[in-house]
């Protein structure tokens, strides 16, 4: 049955209607081509997001001092709450809390020669590297010993790096000393992916050192590890124990929606990735609508082709032509022009969304220079979704073309020669 003759006959029937086939092809090629721009802009979006927090710990919290709203126990209202050590020691006996930091800013100037810069120095602990996901490009990040013997040590972020490397020339800041308000540091480390304060640079010290140089004993924010808090809820239920506890170390209102701020990075996660799966499903409803349109205009060229060649249909079934044979041909047409444009859209879609990639890898698109944080990256989608969605259309396509073939079969070949 599937011989040249039988080929040749879908294809001249093709060419016969050249404009409205290829305008047929071009819903269905532009239907599967849209979706894997969507779907591709969708994974480069969440990619470059995501790829932010890979480096985190995700079951981290921060916790930032802030004025009272209510008066409470004789304490009037908008009294700014100082947290302490107090504050590290009852987050060290709840059973969720593994490791915690607290974190001490101190604003000033790094000099190194002529060179000066504004910089945010914050004491911390080493864990703090892995809470913030800071990449060390250079060196080393503070490490216990630092923290035991108070060490004058310093991590600084690329920018001021590099910055004090083009005015001075030299090839390396570790191991040189840099002054901070008049105070010697030695540099032992570069990284990034730090906060970035306006046009002041960020370094690291041990919050050991800053509390002695400093005499401060009073922290604006902490930070520490959990474990144990894998859902939302179990989460949300944990920031309302600690702000209870804290309500009550502190005696401010547990009512009070300030006092303290607390921040879940397990719950941002989550949240993240509820958006980024509303917007796969909005996608993905926009791709299947393109895909319908395909589909249907499959079905109004078939029916189409049916009325055209409804004599022709009548006479093969005078001549002894068995209804099966007219049906196939007819659906073999609407497979021929789904499969051919579907995979025409196919492989335009993923060597556009590919060669975009390339060109973002090769200029560092996507990236901030400043932070080294993602925005978008790797804009490409999994092949075998695609291959599936093109599968689909092409079954839908079929599908939609069986339906006029089916009752062009069933006309009797005298109303068929007839009609006109």
């Keep these: 049955m599937f011989n040249r003759d039988f080929w040749s006959e879908i294809f001249m029937a093709l060419r016969r209607n050249k404009l409205r086939t290829v305008l047929t092809g071009f819903a269905i090629s532009w239907g599967i081509f849209m979706l894997i721009i969507l779907l591709s802009a969708g994974n480069g979006l969440k990619n470059g997001v995501t790829s932010n927090f890979a480096d985190r710990i995700q079951n981290t919290y921060r916790i930032w001092s802030s004025s009272t709203e209510l008066p409470y126990k004789g304490h009037k209202a ?9 504050d590290i020691q009852l987050l060290e006996s709840l ?26 120095m914050e004491g911390v602990k080493p864990i703090y590297k892995n809470i913030e996901g800071i990449k060390i490009l250079e060196g080393r990040f503070i490490n216990e010993n630092d923290l035991k013997n108070k060490a004058k040590v310093l991590v600084i972020d690329k920018n001021t790096n590099d910055e004090l490397l083009r005015v001075t020339g030299e090839t390396t800041m570790i191991g040189k000393t840099v002054f901070v308000n008049g105070l010697s540091f030695t540099v032992v480390g570069v990284g990034k992916g730090m906060m970035m304060f306006g046009e002041r640079g960020q370094c690291f010290a041990p919050y050991s050192t800053l509390q002695a140089i400093y005499n401060v004993n009073e922290y604006y924010q902490i930070t520490f590890t959990t474990k144990g808090l894998d859902t939302k809820e179990q989460n949300e239920n944990f920031i309302k124990e600690v702000k209870l506890k804290l309500a009550a170390l502190h005696e401010f209102s547990p009512e009070d929606r300030r006092g303290v701020w607390i921040d879940s990075q397990m719950v941002n996660s989550l949240e993240t990735m509820r958006i980024f799966n509303t917007i796969n499903i909005f996608i993905w409803v926009i791709g299947i609508a393109m895909l319908i349109s395909g589909v249907v205009g499959v079905s109004n060229i078939m029916r189409i082709t049916v ?5 022709e249909i009548g006479i093969r079934k005078a001549l002894g032509a068995k209804p099966r044979s007219i049906l196939l041909s007819i659906v073999m047409e609407s497979l021929v022009i789904t499969t051919i444009f579907g995979y025409i859209g196919l492989f335009l879609g993923m060597g556009v969304m590919e060669i975009v990639n390339m060109v973002m890898e090769a200029g560092g698109a996507g990236m901030s220079s400043e932070t080294g ?11 075998r979704i695609v291959v599936l969605a093109t599968l689909v259309l092409i079954i839908s396509g079929v599908a ?21």
């Design 78 to 86: 908008n009294r700014f709450i100082m947290m302490s050590n107090k």
């Design 95 to 120: 059973y969720q809390v593994e490791e915690v930091s607290p974190i001490l800013s101190q604003g000033g100037t790094l000099i190194f020669g002529e060179k000066s810069r504004m910089v945010e």
């Design 307 to 311: 009325k055209e060649r409804t004599n």
């Design 373 to 383: 944080m993602a925005v978008f990256i790797n804009p490409t989608v999994d092949v």
């Design 400 to 420: 939609a073309g069986f339906a006029p073939a089916w009752n062009s079969v069933k006309v009797k070949p005298i109303e068929a020669m007839n009609y006109r």
